[in-house]
């Protein structure tokens, strides 16, 4: 499955940028990210990887995180791998003008086992709004400082 969204940031781009390569700052925008550990590369660049841990209601999740390139300022890809899913997402950024930013985010998911094929038969839906949510919620950290910090 492919799909592609997008959000309109009311920040500059170097600064949308710096916050998105910032690890330290996942946990203000990214829901149900218990913790992060670094396994191997050096940290934002090309081939570092990351293992992040999730819960999402009683489900805990585990992904692999590879940087597959980096553009400073202009893209920021990603391949997450976990049980039953591999995910490659493709991250673009551009300057609408001097404080604006526009992120599209293209995202394909490729499941590695039938539950996950079903699940992504079944529920399609659920992918997209789970992506769209986290580019909201990150929109919110970076315009107004907003945490999902309890």
Known sequence: MKYIIQITINKP?????????????????????????????????IGAKMKLNYTFGKRKMTLTETITHRDNNKAFHFNFDSKGMHN???????????????????????????????????????FKKQSKRYLIDFKNFAENGTSLLK
Do not use: V
């Open 13 to 45: 781009l170097t600064e949308c940028f710096n916050l998105l390569d910032d690890h330290s700052n996942m946990k203000h925008w990214q829901a149900g990210l218990d913790s992060y550990e670094h396994i191997s590369g050096d940290p934002g660049m």
């Open 88 to 126: 490659i997402q493709e991250n673009y950024f551009e300057a609408i003008d001097a404080n604006t930013t526009q992120w599209t985010s293209k995202n394909q998911f490729a499941p590695t086992n039938f539950a996950m094929r079903m699940m992504l038969m079944l529920m399609p839906k659920e």
